[in-house]
C-alpha cells in the first residue's frame, strides 16, 4: 500500500521569505505525484503535478516541486511567498498503472503574515 | 465548463438519521470518487464510481454507500449517523485516461449532533 508523509503540519511564514513543504511518499513503483492546494473556504485545487519527463515541475503561482526518485520526496518551493499563499497544502501520490485514486499526505498548513 | 458541483454545501443532522449527497462532475467527466475529510485523518478515500459501476473501495463501513446515474451524477448515502461522521465530505471528478487529473468540489460539510 503506498502512503503519503508530509514533514511539516504547520509553517508559519513572513511575506517574502523562500518555502519548502516536505512530501515523502512510499511506494515501490512508478508513480504519479500532485500537489494540492486549499485556500481559506475554498475547494481542494490542483497546484502541480508530475507524471513523468522533467523532474522539476512548475505549477500555477509561481510554485514548483522537484521529484527525486531516490528518496521517493516531491517537495514544494516557491522562492518568495505573499499572503494570498495562506492556506493549506496537500501532496498526494498514485501508482502510474493502477487505481486512479491517489493517497493524500494530511496536509501543511501554511500561515504568511503580511 | 463548469466545475464539480456538490448540494447541498451545509447539512446538520442528528445521530441515527441517514443523509444523502449529490454530486455532478465536470461535463465529459465519467469517474467520480468520494472523500471524507476530517482535521484528525486528513482526507480518505471512500469510493469511486464509474460508468455507473463502484470501481474503487477505501476501508469505510457498509453504512457508507453511493451511486452513479447514467449522466454521470453521483449521490452518497451515510446510514445510522454517528458523531465521528462529521465532516467535509468532498467529490472529485475524472476522465480517467491514463495522465488524468481530479478536480475537486467544494464539499459538503455534514455536522452530526
Known amino acids: 500500500a503506498q502512503s503519503v508523509s508530509q514533514h511539516n503540519h504547520h509553517v508559519i511564514l513572513s511575506e517574502a521569505a523562500s518555502l519548502e513543504l516536505g512530501c515523502n511518499y512510499s511506494y515501490g513503483g512508478t508513480v504519479n505525484l500532485f500537489w494540492y492546494v486549499q485556500y481559506p473556504g475554498q475547494h481542494l485545487q490542483l497546484l502541480l503535478k508530475y507524471f513523468s519527463g522533467d523532474p522539476l515541475v512548475k505549477g500555477i503561482k509561481g510554485f514548483e516541486a522537484e521529484f527525486i526518485k531516490s528518496k521517493f520526496s516531491f517537495n514544494l518551493r516557491k522562492p518568495s511567498v505573499q499572503w494570498s499563499d495562506t492556506a493549506e497544502y496537500f501532496c498526494?501520490?498514485?501508482?502510474?498503472?493502477?487505481?486512479?485514486?491517489?493517497?493524500f499526505g494530511r496536509g501543511t498548513s501554511l500561515i504568511v503574515h503580511p | 465548463k463548469a466545475g464539480v458541483t456538490q448540494t447541498p454545501r451545509y447539512l446538520i443532522k442528528t445521530r441515527g438519521q441517514q443523509v444523502t449527497l449529490s454530486c455532478s462532475p465536470i461535463?465529459?467527466?465519467?469517474?467520480v470518487s468520494w472523500y471524507q475529510q476530517t482535521p484528525g485523518q486528513g482526507l480518505q478515500f471512500l469510493f469511486e464510481?464509474?460508468?455507473?459501476?463502484?470501481?474503487n473501495k477505501g476501508n469505510f463501513p457498509g453504512r457508507f454507500s453511493g451511486r452513479q446515474f447514467s449522466n454521470s451524477r453521483s449521490e452518497m448515502n451515510v446510514s445510522t449517523l454517528e458523531l465521528g461522521d462529521s465532516a467535509l465530505y468532498l467529490c472529485a471528478s475524472s476522465d480517467t485516461t491514463s495522465t488524468d487529473t481530479q478536480y475537486f468540489g467544494p464539499g459538503t460539510r455534514l455536522t452530526v449532533l
Open positions: 498526494a501520490v498514485r501508482s502510474s498503472g493502477g487505481s486512479y485514486i491517489p493517497t
Open positions: 464510481y464509474f460508468s455507473e459501476t463502484q470501481r
Open positions: 461535463s465529459g467527466h465519467r469517474s
